[in-house]
């Protein structure tokens, strides 16, 4: 399975962006997908799953401002962040789990920056 993310970029605080990540290859043996980012001179975090059903699941730090979409018939997941704060600067990661293996497929990262 690859995974390739986009629809990262420079934004002002309190803006939005879109975030896409589309699987290819072998789709059948994805689960549950979801974004991580990583803040410089910090540790990876989560930020959201989907389930393959539609389940969500948000970190604190983003809930009501942050929502996760899947379209299954295009085997991608989205990222729409709204309201965004310079703290949301990261580089984000899709992830998609397999059927025994969580966080067994990852996406190249896309670098997103909010300008205070």
């Known amino acids: 399975v690859q995974l390739q993310a986009s629809g990262g970029g420079l934004v002002q605080a309190g803006g939005s962006l879109r975030l896409s990540c589309a699987a290819s290859g072998r789709i059948f043996s994805i689960n549950d997908m979801g974004w991580h980012r990583q803040a410089p001179g910090k540790q990876r975090e989560l930020v959201a799953t989907i389930t393959s059903g539609g389940s969500t699941n948000y970190a604190d730090s983003v809930q009501g401002r942050f929502t996760i979409s899947r379209d299954n018939a295009k085997n991608t997941v989205y990222l729409q962040m709204n309201s965004l704060k310079p703290e949301d600067t990261a580089v984000y990661y899709c992830?998609?789990?397999?059927?025994?293996?969580?966080?067994?497929?990852w996406g190249q990262g896309t670098l997103v920056t909010v300008s205070s």
């Open positions: 992830f998609a789990n397999g059927p025994f293996t969580a966080y067994a497929y």
